[in-house]
């Protein structure tokens, strides 16, 4: 066990392997490193962002259905209303109409009754001179009572 | 497994030499047979051993590392990457919760001396045999005696990596207090606390042995207790084959924890230091 040269050897071999990794090893290595934990960092950021951004999502969704729920709601209730009112329109028309057809036949009526009391009038003046002519029998100038037997059935 | 041409102590102190080679005063250029003829080489020789497995080691390191850094995603990482990362994620929570500074070097040499150390201090965990006789097998090969051919695979039992290590840092520190401080504010830090300026001797010497335990204890812990680590190693592996088990499992598993600690703690205190340095007291 000798002190020589071997203690001069040994240092500068060290001074070379430290200089070699100052060099070419350390910095790449921590330079990965340092990257990779940004790159770590930058994606637990984004999963955080992502997160507030679903959590925005649903909250609009929750909001957007229930205005949707309302709206319908709404438009049920005024179709509701606008049937009821077609409803009332139509009542209301068929009774003009059924009145309209009333009078009409009503109309009809009276003017089929008047045309057969024209006609009964006709065949009672008739009747009536008949029942007179044989009555009377022979006696009776028709064109002389002809004006009476009309004045009689016109009082019918 | 101490072989019949071998005592015991001969093994052991087989197990505890490095490959030695340096300028022999007698032999030249050569490695050592022995660890006195290392001795005498001095200074100026090298421990092959220790060396080529650190700087193997260490290449491992930074090919590992640098394979992952090329390819490096932000995205979804695969298991080489993963496991790089929580290393460079252990190591920068440690910086960061220790050196308040902007400096770009003191993560990578954070890094660099935790896996590089825990990786060196992980060769403790191969049967101390193996290595060891592959190399004296090669070394017969070459025509030299297996017992002549030393090979200690851990290279923080080896007292010069590890202070060579210690060294560099300390230097760090030394130059990192002077930058931050100026050399008068840093000589005057060493002068004038903690007893104010009439008691500058004092004061000196108190914080110069301050500053150089630094490096000394750096150096010496991990050392010591890699080195005792090894030699319990060693001493397992004189008992009969059958019987090593029972102490060199046990033995092994709670190693786990030491290399990683001393690993651990030579990364902590550097850091520690240099906090330090840049910190004003």
């Known amino acids: 066990m000798n002190i020589n040269l071997t203690i001069i050897g040994q240092a500068i071999a060290f001074f070379i392997f430290v200089v070699f990794c100052m060099k070419f090893v350390w910095p790449p290595i921590t330079a990965a490193l340092a990257e990779r934990k940004k790159k770590i960092a930058e994606g637990l950021d984004a999963a955080d962002r992502a997160e507030r951004d679903l959590q925005l999502a649903q909250e609009k969704a929750t909001e957007n259905m229930r205005k949707g729920k309302e709206e319908a709601a709404a438009i049920i209730e005024q179709a509701n209303k606008r049937a009821n009112q077609i409803i009332e329109e139509a009542k209301e028309k068929a009774v003009e109409e059924a009145g309209r057809v009333k009078a009409a036949a009503t109309a009809e009526l009276e003017q089929e009754v008047n045309q057969a009391r024209e006609a009964l009038r006709g065949q009672v003046a008739t009747l009536a001179l008949a029942g007179a002519e044989k009555i009377l029998e022979a006696s009776i100038d028709e064109k002389a009572h002809a004006q009476l037997v009309e004045k009689l059935a016109a009082e019918l | ?168 840092v300390f230097a760090l520190i030394i130059f990192y207090s002077i930058k931050q401080k100026g050399l008068g504010g840093f000589l005057a830090e060493l002068s004038f606390q903690p007893l104010g300026k009439w008691m500058l001797p004092f004061n000196l010497f108190l914080e110069l042995v301050g500053l150089l335990a630094k490096p000394i204890s750096l150096a010496l812990r991990l050392f010591g207790n890699m080195y005792a680590g090894e030699m319990i190693f060693i001493l397992i592996a004189l008992l009969p084959f059958w019987a090593q088990w029972v102490l060199s499992v046990p033995w092994a598993i709670f190693h786990i924890l030491v290399i990683t600690l001393q690993a651990f703690i030579f990364m902590v205190l550097t850091i520690v230091y240099m906090a330090m340095a840049y910190d004003h007291h």
Do not use: C
């Open chain 2, 1 to 168: 497994m101490a072989s019949g041409t071998q005592t015991s102590s001969e093994y052991i102190s087989h197990h505890l030499t490095n490959l030695t080679f340096g300028s022999h005063p007698v032999n030249g250029m050569s490695f050592a047979h022995n660890a006195q003829e290392a001795a005498e080489m001095g200074f100026w020789a090298i421990n092959v051993d220790t060396l080529g497995w650190s700087i193997a080691l260490g290449v491992l390191f930074t090919w590992l590392f640098r394979k992952v850094a090329k390819t490096a995603t932000s995205g979804v990482p695969g298991s080489t990457q993963n496991f790089v990362e929580t290393i460079i994620e252990f190591v920068d929570e440690n910086v960061k919760g220790i050196f308040h500074h902007k400096n770009d070097l003191i993560a990578p040499l954070s890094l660099t001396i935790f896996v590089w150390i825990f990786l060196m201090n992980t060769m403790d965990l191969i049967p101390v045999d193996w290595i060891p006789f592959v190399a004296g097998q090669i070394g017969a090969s070459f025509g030299a005696d297996p017992h002549h051919v030393y090979m200690k695979v851990v290279p923080t039992t080896d007292v010069n990596a590890t202070a060579g290590m210690a060294l560099s």
